[in-house]
């Protein structure tokens, strides 16, 4: 009884929070010539550029490089350790502290407990039957180690200097850390222990450990950024992807990991729609585990195509770029996508899915409203198709094909040269090709670009802004030119 009344309390809290009460429904997709402004945009607009930049523009940011493939061939064996001294083990000596688990156990944690056991000559494969662990040679010198978790961490037991002492904790954050795997996934002679946690819900992190000779260290290493612009280092991969697989994608003798995205699953989500299935890769770059890829599943609307597109040319796929920008311009089977819709969208899917939950507990509710329908944004075409005509032609130009960049970028001209929406980008792309064609260079191309972007910020609102759910990039003016 409790708990179904906590589940309704907590649905009822995610539907008053992420759900505001617009009446409306979406209709056909179809593109057309009505329009309506941008979202912030301003009614005035400053006259076409027409001269190139100038030194006071500033300096382009670099773009991080994208290494897809590893050579096996570089792979260094770790040569094996002497083999650690351990203490003289009674088989007849059995453990006789409580059992801690997920939950919690009535002795309180008892690494105390577990190393003076050890060290009177406890066996390690009574504690793996107690405590469901791990026993393999983590270090390389024929000694085995033991690895479990409990009670909010993990640990890993092992003999050092002719004792036995907790060589390394993990300290869970919400849960307690799962064993996953122990794996030589890098070929070098000493296994990785894969531990995983699920921080709330769907979300889900991944460690990786490895012994260098003298401790556990940790061999994802990144990045992360705070919203105050704050940089800290973090050394596990996190997503809502819930499964993952261990596999070799590429066929190279290294084995990948690869993780599924499930956030579809979770109610959390259905405020920031659209979602996508997403699939991430990671795989060893001779240094770490790395994020090799984190590609979406098909896109549904014309802006992921878009997004997808500017996303495949920094990893430097231009052949499958290409295609999603034509298929931003050509293809009838893409959707449309609004502030608006996605009102709807989050609506609707929290109403369903909170009238689900009330049937799967025999529960009655009072049936929601029907809708009103939403008008489809026509003005969303032309802006992102006249976007697409201009990164085609930055795509034509970086691979010399400058024939190829001036028919598209008279295409643009003529298609949307006069259309009130699709204009702003027609100016950027003049922008860019009256800088680029005086000195023949990308850089100069872009900065103009980019600065035209700074001073209409408003063409990067259809592009990926927070409308677009939580999976979409938003975009900032570098974004519009990353050619160096």
Same mark, same amino acid.
């Given at each position: 009884?409790?708990?179904?009344?906590?589940?309704?309390?907590?649905? /009822?809290?995610?539907?008053?929070?992420?759900?505001?009460?617009?009446?409306?429904?979406?209709?056909?997709?179809?593109?057309?010539?009505?329009?309506?402004?941008?979202?912030?945009?301003?009614?005035?607009?400053?006259?076409?550029?027409?001269?190139?930049?100038?030194?006071?523009?500033?300096?382009?940011?670099?773009?991080?490089?994208?290494?897809?493939?590893?050579?096996? /061939? @570089?792979?260094?064996?770790?040569?094996?350790?002497?083999?650690?001294?351990?203490?003289?083990?009674?088989?007849?000596?059995?453990?006789?502290?409580?059992?801690?688990?997920?939950?919690?156990?009535?002795?309180?944690?008892?690494?105390?407990?577990?190393?003076?056991?050890?060290?009177?000559?406890?066996?390690?494969?009574?504690?793996?039957?107690?405590?469901?662990?791990?026993? $393999?040679?983590?270090?390389?010198?024929?000694?085995?180690?033991?690895?479990?978790?409990?009670?909010? /961490?993990?640990?890993?037991?092992?003999?050092?200097?002719?004792?036995? %002492? &907790?060589?390394?904790?993990?300290?869970?954050?919400?849960?307690?850390?799962?064993?996953d795997y122990s794996i030589d996934l890098n070929k070098?002679?000493?296994? %990785?222990?894969?531990?995983?946690?699920?921080?709330?819900?769907?979300?889900? /992190?991944?460690?990786?450990?490895?012994?260098?000779?003298?401790?556990?260290?940790?061999?994802?290493?990144?990045?992360?950024? $705070?919203?105050?612009?704050?940089?800290?280092?973090?050394?596990?991969?996190?997503? $809502?992807?819930?499964?993952?697989?261990?596999?070799?994608?590429?066929?190279?003798?290294?084995?990948?990991?690869?993780?599924?995205?499930?956030?579809?699953?979770?109610?959390?989500?259905?405020?920031?729609?659209?979602?996508?299935?997403?699939?991430?890769?990671?795989?060893?770059?001779?240094?770490?585990?790395?994020?090799?890829?984190?590609?979406?599943?098909?896109? %549904?609307?014309?802006?992921?195509?878009?997004?997808?597109?500017?996303?495949?040319?920094?990893?430097?796929?231009?052949?499958?770029?290409?295609?999603?920008?034509?298929?931003?311009?050509?293809?009838?089977?893409?959707?449309?996508?609004?502030?608006?819709?996605?009102?709807?969208?989050?609506?609707?899917?929290?109403?369903?899915?909170?009238?689900?939950?009330?049937?799967?507990?025999?529960?009655? @509710? +009072?049936?929601?409203?029907?809708?009103?329908?939403?008008?489809?944004? +026509?003005?969303?075409?032309?802006?992102l198709a006249a976007y697409a005509y201009y990164r085609?032609?930055?795509?034509?130009?970086?691979?010399?094909?400058?024939?190829?960049?001036?028919?598209?970028?008279?295409?643009?001209?003529?298609?949307?040269?006069?259309?009130?929406?699709?204009?702003?980008?027609?100016?950027?792309?003049?922008?860019?090709w009256e800088a680029y064609q005086s000195t023949h260079?990308?850089?100069?191309?872009?900065?103009?670009?980019?600065?035209?972007? &700074?001073?209409?910020?408003?063409?990067?609102?259809?592009?990926?802004?927070?409308?677009?759910?939580?999976?979409?990039?938003?975009?900032?003016?570098?974004?519009?030119?990353?050619?160096?």
């Amino acid at each position: 009884m409790f708990r179904n009344l906590w589940i309704l309390i907590t649905i /009822s809290i995610l539907i008053s929070a992420c759900a505001p009460a617009i009446q409306t429904q979406p209709q056909l997709d179809q593109p057309t010539a009505t329009s309506s402004p941008l979202p912030t945009a301003t009614s005035t607009r400053t006259a076409l550029p027409t001269t190139t930049p100038t030194t006071s523009v500033t300096p382009l940011p670099t773009i991080p490089t994208f290494t897809p493939t590893f050579d096996v /061939s @570089a792979i260094v064996t770790v040569t094996p350790a002497p083999k650690a001294e351990c203490p003289k083990e009674n088989p007849e000596l059995v453990p006789d502290f409580p059992y801690c688990n997920n939950i919690g156990c009535s002795g309180g944690p008892y690494n105390e407990a577990t190393v003076n056991y050890l060290n009177a000559g406890g066996t390690l494969d009574k504690l793996e039957q107690k405590h469901w662990g791990i026993i $393999t040679d983590l270090t390389g010198d024929n000694t085995k180690e033991l690895v479990y978790a409990e009670f909010g /961490s993990a640990f890993i037991y092992g003999c050092k200097e002719g004792k036995y %002492e &907790v060589l390394l904790e993990i300290e869970g954050t919400q849960n307690t850390p799962v064993i996953d795997y122990s794996i030589d996934l890098n070929k070098n002679g000493i296994p %990785e222990i894969i531990f995983s946690n699920y921080e709330r819900r769907y979300y889900h /992190s991944i460690h990786i450990i490895e012994w260098n000779g003298k401790e556990f260290v940790p061999l994802i290493e990144r990045t992360q950024t $705070t919203y105050t612009g704050e940089t800290y280092s973090i050394d596990w991969i996190g997503g $809502t992807a819930f499964n993952y697989k261990i596999t070799d994608i590429d066929n190279n003798g290294l084995k990948e990991i690869v993780a599924n995205d499930n956030s579809l699953l979770d109610p959390e989500y259905l405020s920031e729609l659209p979602l996508r299935q997403i699939t991430t890769i990671i795989g060893w770059d001779g240094k770490s585990f790395v994020i090799l890829s984190d590609d979406p599943s098909p896109p %549904e609307y014309r802006f992921q195509a878009i997004q997808d597109a500017d996303k495949l040319i920094l990893r430097g796929q231009y052949e499958r770029a290409l295609s999603l920008y034509q298929d931003a311009i050509f293809s009838d089977k893409l959707g449309w996508w609004s502030q608006e819709r996605k009102t709807y969208e989050s609506k609707t899917a929290l109403d369903t899915w909170f009238q689900n939950a009330m049937n799967l507990m025999a529960e009655t @509710a +009072t049936p929601f409203p029907t809708l009103a329908p939403v008008t489809p944004d +026509t003005t969303e075409y032309p802006r992102l198709a006249a976007y697409a005509y201009y990164r085609i032609m930055l795509l034509h130009l970086v691979q010399g094909h400058e024939a190829d960049a001036t028919t598209v970028y008279n295409t643009l001209q003529e298609k949307f040269g006069n259309d009130q929406y699709g204009r702003p980008y027609v100016e950027m792309a003049t922008a860019f090709w009256e800088a680029y064609q005086s000195t023949h260079k990308m850089y100069d191309g872009c900065a103009a670009a980019i600065q035209y972007a &700074v001073e209409h910020p408003e063409i990067l609102i259809p592009l990926g802004s927070d409308y677009h759910g939580w999976q979409s990039h938003t975009y900032k003016p570098e974004d519009v030119c990353p050619f160096r």
